[in-house]
């Protein structure tokens, strides 16, 4: 048996995590009526992060004993290292703008500015990277503001 120790103590760490996550989510005013109620989304989310943990731990217990994965270094170059800084960028400017401009009207461009730096410029697909943003941040509105009774910025 072979244990990828990071892997392990990360997986674990999670696992706490979303326990104690859960246990804060116990303390949440549930008194007023809402369709789903205001525990319903966070607890999913807490439930995927257990979900996905309790995956990583037993991909770092690895039971069966056999030879270790080569895996060839990938080196780094000025391109992807410009591709990196450039979503932190993006990620840093959408976080400045979002209390200014409100979540409908930063994120459709940010996820649009995203989709353009991790994907292909074509026409088409700027085309599609605008349906699809505007789609998403528009959807995403709707669950949060009438299923979840919850107000975005």
Known sequence: MKVKTGDCVMSLCLLAGSAALYQQSTKID????YA??????????????AVLSLILLFQSLNLKSRKPDCVAKAAVGVDVLILRWSLVGVVVLYLLVLPLLG???????????????????????????????????????????????????
């Open 103 to 153: 979540y409908l009207a930063a994120t459709i461009p940010f996820l649009f500015v995203g989709m353009c730096l991790l994907g292909p410029c074509k026409g088409r697909d700027l085309l599609t990277y605008g349906v699809v943003s505007t789609g998403i941040t528009l959807g995403l509105q709707y669950i949060f503001a009438s299923l979840l009774k919850l107000f975005l910025p």
């Open 36 to 49: 789903l109620g205001p525990v319903f989304f966070p607890r999913i989310l807490i439930g995927a992060l």
């Open 30 to 33: 549930t008194a007023m009526v």
